[in-house]
């Protein structure tokens, strides 16, 4: 930087200094800066003071209140979220590891894949059968409306691999049950845990009353209406020894 550009730029911070205690002082330089009105410009500079640390106060508390509120309005909604979170894991299906297969037949452990068709094992009886004739088997199928299907499945696999899927089916069957009723429980729980942090809304209801009583507070304060009428009255001294009104 020049020594011209380090004048210049002194220059510019001066004139903004001049200037703005002129427009906070105004009626003309010696109003702003002479000594004779020292007291004068302070006389107006308190009653501006005063009224500021009011409003700065009044600003700060009703800002960390606000502040509070939306602190337990984020907790509240994460608490909900991860609850929500918890119900939906529980209630969408999975079909789980894979447990066994046999030519076409893919055995998991909440389906049963025949082929591209996907098979709830849930409400169902169901069993294979080796053919007589060999390099084929029957699975048999039996819905809870007592309906019953039969799929022929082609298979290189032996009788013994027949048998040891149809048990392995039965097994898992078996065993869905049992976890489908854990399962209902575990989903009736959370439904009722959702429900029951969705219900507590103690803490956001409290720092919003805060807000509210703070508002209030500080809206019908009477110091800052004396503050106030205070500057006025500092203006209107200020206005008859300079002729201008300041702000």
């Given at each position: 930087?020049?020594?011209?550009?380090?004048?210049?730029?002194?220059?510019?911070?001066?004139?903004?200094?001049?200037?703005?205690q002129m427009y906070r002082y105004p009626g003309g330089w010696k109003f702003a800066f002479s000594e004779a009105h020292h007291e004068d410009r302070q006389d107006l500079y308190a009653a501006r003071s005063a009224l500021r640390s009011l409003k700065v106060k009044a600003?700060?508390?009703?800002?960390?209140?606000?502040?509070?509120?939306?602190w337990a309005e984020q907790t509240h909604r994460q608490r909900v979220d991860?609850?929500?979170?918890?119900?939906?894991?529980?209630?969408?299906?999975?079909?789980?590891?894979?447990?066994?297969?046999?030519?076409?037949?893919?055995?998991?452990e909440s389906e049963l894949h025949i082929g591209t068709e996907q098979l709830p094992?849930?409400?169902?009886?169901a069993?294979?059968?080796?053919?007589?004739?060999?390099?084929?088997?029957?699975?048999?199928?039996?819905?809870?409306?007592?309906?019953s299907e039969l799929h022929p499945v082609d298979t290189d696999y032996p009788e013994e691999a027949v048998r040891h899927f149809s048990v392995r089916l039965q097994n898992a069957i078996a065993a869905g049950s049992k976890l489908r009723k854990q399962r209902s429980r575990a989903i009736k729980k959370?439904?009722?845990?959702?429900?029951?942090?969705?219900?507590?809304?103690?803490?956001?209801?409290?720092?919003?009353?805060?807000?509210?009583t703070i508002a209030t507070k500080h809206r019908e304060d009477t110091r800052v209406k004396t503050a106030q009428a205070d500057l006025e009255a500092a203006r209107d001294r200020w206005e008859e020894t300079t002729g201008r009104r300041p702000r």
């Open positions: 930087m020049s020594l011209i550009q380090l004048f210049a730029g002194l220059i510019a911070v001066l004139a903004g200094i001049v200037g703005w600003g700060t508390d009703l800002a960390s209140a606000r502040a509070r509120l939306a991860r609850a929500h979170r918890e119900l939906n894991a529980l209630l969408t299906t999975d079909r789980g590891e894979q447990l066994a297969t046999l030519g076409p037949l893919s055995l998991y094992l849930a409400g169902i009886a069993h294979c059968e080796p053919a007589h004739s060999g390099k084929k088997a029957y699975l048999y199928v039996t819905h809870s409306d007592g309906q959370a439904e009722e845990a959702l429900e029951t942090v969705r219900a507590d809304t103690a803490a956001v209801d409290s720092a919003r009353q805060e807000v509210d």
